[in-house]
Structure formats: C-alpha cells, structure tokens
C-alpha cells in the first residue's frame, strides 16, 4: 500500500502549462504502475495517462496525447504529469493513482488536486 499527495494544481489561462506532482510514501514504489485520471463537474472520472515501473512504458488519453507528459522518478517516489497547451475542458479535479505490479485496480488514490483552465 502507498499514500499519494498530489500537488501543483491551480487556475490557469488557455495555451498555459502547469505540473502536477504526487509524492509516495509507503511501500515499494518501483513496483506500481502509477496514473492520472480526473473527473470533471458532473462527469465520470476519466483515464488520462499511466507510466509502469520502468519508468519507460506510458500510455496516454488521446485527449491528451501530445500535450501531457507522465514521467516518475523512482528514486524520489514521485510521479508527475505536465500539462502543456492547457484547454477548458482539461477543467477537472485531478487524482493520482497507484496499482501494484499485476494487479488489475488501482488500489491507492490521492486527495486530488484541482486544475481550472479558463478561456
């Protein structure tokens, strides 16, 4: 089991960039595969990328593809995701999400952290 804080979120403009940062505390990080997901107002939670414990394999929402980036840093225990060419509707409270290593669910979740994009 891990405890995940996220970090980094905030109001930003259209075009404009921020990055988020979620810090682990627990057991064996290398051995989750880490995520994003968020979910927005009135809307599911939704996938937005995932880095394994290589820290090499990603996988990314194509509503994010080309504009996220997900990267981990074992050593440290964190992962973070920037946000580049950020848009309205990446608007959503974003979570931070670990699953062990050949399991299906994510088991640990973070607090969230909000992230607002205004046109």
């Known amino acids: 089991q891990v405890q995940l804080v996220e970090s980094g979120g905030g109001l930003v403009q259209a075009g404009a960039s921020l990055r988020l940062s979620c810090a682990a505390t627990?057991?064996?990080?290398?051995?989750?595969?880490l995520a994003w997901f968020r979910q927005a107002p009135a809307k599911e939670r939704e996938f937005v990328a995932r880095?394994?414990?290589?820290?090499?394999?990603?996988y990314y929402a194509d509503s994010v593809k080309g504009r996220f980036t997900i990267s981990r840093d074992n050593a440290r225990s964190t992962v973070n995701l920037q946000m580049n060419s950020l848009k309205p509707e990446d608007t959503a409270v974003y979570y931070c999400a670990a699953r062990l290593l050949g399991t299906v669910n994510y088991q640990d979740w973070g607090q969230g952290t909000q992230v607002t994009v205004s046109s």
């Open positions: 627990g057991s064996t990080f290398s051995r989750y595969t």
């Open positions: 880095i394994l414990g290589d820290g090499i394999t990603r």
